[in-house]
């Protein structure tokens, strides 16, 4: 029977995109699902105040802790159910009673048990409100299903259970069919579906992992579990990876690669030729083939399309060393050698060090203009910052070194340890010194007229100096505010920074960025951007080039890798875990082609593409991998078509070769290299 509520027009919009786009876009196509989905008024089963975002994707609260699916979940569930006209129905958990209406709208007849009676109440009453006559509600356990009225053709199980209650799959008819989550608690859940086959005969297939509030009864959890252990009650965080992996096309359509060495694997890069920025994943900080193979990338762009800025995740003041190096600028040695602080490794290895060598030579024909540079975009590096702007401004302006001297002198007693100067700001009554960094910047850059008619590159550096300390002050201060905070100055430093070498380096210029995947891929397409609205650079570049930003990924299954166990811990030469099971990793690794390119981009492998839009797990290893813990802290969901334009693999990878980080006896400091 029809629902009465009359509808307004723009609910009845939201409800149809909803469909579109978050239904039948992931591949739910059964037809009576989705109109059941197009005609249930979902804002009139969320709680009161959350009825605006009724229609977005993903699950919301209802009363007693409780939450109503997700839009797809529910469809997905109903669809896996394969439930028909004149079916009839059992439901366990009808929390609002959103699933059994849309249930109500295809089968005869629907049953449906919450253990809540406050919320079994509501639901009645609203779904008669609404006018629904074919479903009934009972308040109670529904472990143990409906006796009195089974057999039925479909069970749909809303609340996760340690295993497959016997009672539910008695009730099942011959040929029926029952969807439930099974899981432990703190853990995963895997969202399975049971057919009867006869009267013992049953048999099961696994629809993907999930997340859902507990089953508590006689054959779920028990009462005091949940509470006790913690355990999310958050709902389906993490809906299921649809029908089978596309391991087949995957494998038909990746292009292998040739030899990181062999010329016809830069080519392969060609289509890129026309972008402005070219940014470079990796998917840990201390891999060998992703090193070498940016490089080669790099290389190529450089030598075929007159890209000339490299810019990489890496401190600014410590990147001009090697800026210098390259582009032979002839240069006093520096007073503190670059690359010293943790994590060493990241630039102070042999993968970087031929790559370096190999722009000093290329360089070396170019007119100094046409050089390529190599800059850094990140901000940890505060005090040597300092000292290059007091350097600079004691040889332009003594005057004003001494003013910055002073100014700077705020930060002085974090220097060394510049975390706690965020927290000291805040509890202990320090001065803030943003009001002091700030003001040197802006001074800084009024006199630019006067600054760069002496050396105008010299300038160029002093500024971004001086913009990085600002940052860098900032960015110590609201670490205490929270991550997402910080992570986003950050990045926008990163961003800025990159923009400001284009505009230096004029029309022309193009550059290649070198950052770990959580920088580079968009993070609007990963949870980090969808929970926490984190930014990067490779979000921020999408949004200021369009098409003429190429995000590109990186991804290994297994090998070792260089990286600490905390943070300042020494480098230590880590075994890589073989990738979960629900990750894009294992995905590429069971295509069985063990080093690929696959290009992503709109109306490239289209089919492809949409087979990957539906979220995996994806794996970051940082300069700190914890294997023992690894599916907690380096794991995070994300839909790579979305996040990147096209995707490197390597199934098997090794740790980077790390250089030493102390002068041999009687040596001088020689990085970066042969100076
Ligand atoms: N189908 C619901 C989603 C509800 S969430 C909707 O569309 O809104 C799961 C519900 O299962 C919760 O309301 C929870 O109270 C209920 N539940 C948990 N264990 C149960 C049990 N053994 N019997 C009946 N309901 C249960």
Redo the contacts with the bound molecule.
């Keep these: 029977m029809a629902p009465q509520a009359a509808q307004l027009d723009h609910l009845a919009a939201d409800r149809e995109r909803m469909v579109e786009r978050q239904i039948a876009a992931r591949g739910v196509d059964d037809q009576r699902v989705l109109d059941a989905m197009r005609q249930v008024p979902r804002e009139a089963?969320v709680a009161p105040g959350f009825e605006e975002f009724a229609y977005e994707d993903s699950p919301l609260p209802?009363a007693?802790g409780?939450?109503?699916?997700q839009p797809y979940i529910?469809a997905l569930m109903i669809e896996a159910a394969e439930v028909r006209p004149g079916d009839r129905v059992l439901?366990?958990?009808?929390?609002?009673?959103?699933?059994?209406a849309v249930l109500g709208r295809i089968a005869a007849q629907v049953y449906t048990?919450?253990?809540?009676g406050g919320?079994a109440r509501s639901a009645q009453d609203r779904l008669a409100r609404l006018g629904y006559r074919n479903i009934d509600v009972r308040c109670?356990?529904?472990?143990l299903g409906w006796p009195q009225v089974a057999p039925f053709d479909a069970i749909i199980v809303?609340?996760g259970g340690p295993e497959i209650p016997e009672s539910l799959r008695n009730q099942l008819t011959t040929g029926g069919r029952l969807v439930i989550p099974i899981g432990s608690l703190s853990d995963e859940q895997r969202l399975v579906k049971v057919v009867r086959d006869g009267e013992h005969a049953f048999h099961e297939e696994d629809l993907g992992a999930v997340r859902?509030?507990?089953?508590?009864?006689e054959h779920?959890w028990s009462e005091e579990l949940p509470e006790e252990s913690g355990a999310p009650i958050e709902?389906e965080l993490r809906p299921p990876a649809r029908s089978r992996p596309p391991t087949g096309l995957l494998r038909q359509t990746a292009e292998r690669l040739p030899d990181l060495d062999d010329p016809a694997f830069g080519r392969l890069f060609d289509r890129f030729a026309d972008a402005r920025v070219v940014l470079l994943g990796e998917a840990t900080h201390g891999t060998s083939e992703f090193y070498r193979a940016r490089a080669a990338i790099t290389r190529a762009l450089i030598e075929r399309h007159g890209f000339n800025i490299v810019a990489v995740e890496a401190d600014w003041p410590d990147a001009a060393a090697i800026d210098r190096y390259v582009r032979h600028k002839s240069r006093p040695p520096e007073a503190t050698p670059a690359f010293r602080r943790f994590p060493t490794w990241m630039w102070r290895n042999l993968e970087v060090h031929e790559f370096v060598d190999w722009l000093r030579a290329h360089n070396e024909g170019q007119e100094p203009a046409g050089r390529a540079g190599f800059f850094g975009l990140d901000i940890y590096n505060m005090s040597a910052s300092i000292r290059a702007v007091i350097d600079y401004l004691d040889k332009v302006d003594p005057e004003a070194a001494r003013v910055a001297r002073e100014r700077y002198g705020c930060l002085t007693p974090w220097q060394h340890d510049p975390a706690t100067y965020g927290r000291a700001v805040l509890s202990a009554g320090y001065a803030k010194c943003e009001a002091a960094v700030v003001a040197m910047l802006r001074e800084l850059l009024e006199q630019r007229l006067l600054y760069e008619a002496g050396d105008s590159e010299d300038f160029f550096d002093a500024a971004q100096n001086a913009r990085l300390v600002a940052s860098a002050e900032r960015y110590y201060r609201v670490m205490y505010y929270g991550a997402a905070e910080s992570w986003n100055l950050r990045d926008r430093h990163m961003f800025e920074t990159l923009e400001q070498l284009l505009a230096w380096r004029g029309d022309g210029s193009k550059a290649v960025v070198w950052a770990h995947n959580s920088h580079i891929g968009d993070a609007a397409a990963t949870e980090m951007g969808e929970m926490r609205d984190e930014i990067n650079v490779g979000r921020l570049c999408r949004e200021r080039f369009a098409e003429t930003a190429v995000l590109i990924g990186f991804g290994t299954d297994r090998g070792t890798v260089a990286a600490a166990s905390d943070w300042d811990g020494p480098m230590e030469i880590k075994q890589v875990r073989p990738a979960h099971r629900d990750s894009y990793e294992r995905l590429c690794r069971d295509s069985g082609v063990s080093r690929f390119l696959v290009d992503l981009r709109q109306g490239r492998s289209a089919e492809l593409r949409s087979s990957l839009l539906y979220p995996r797990l994806e794996r970051a290893i940082g300069v700190i991998y914890r294997p023992e813990t690894e599916l907690a802290s380096h794991y995070f969901e994300a839909s790579l078509p979305r996040q990147f334009d096209a995707y490197l693999w390597f199934e098997q990878t090794r740790a980077v070769t790390p250089l030493p980080t102390t002068p041999r006896p009687g040596m001088p400091e020689t990085y970066p290299f042969g100076l």
Excluded: N
């Excluded at 439901?91 to 059994?100: N, R, V």
């Excluded at 048990?113 to 809540?116: F, L, N, P, V």
């Excluded at 859902?212 to 009864?217: D, K, M, R, T």
């Design positions: 089963f209802i007693e409780q939450t109503i699916s529910v439901e366990i958990g009808a929390g609002s009673g959103y699933a059994a048990i919450e253990r809540h919320l109670g356990d529904g472990t809303t609340a859902f509030v507990p089953l508590i009864g779920g709902a």
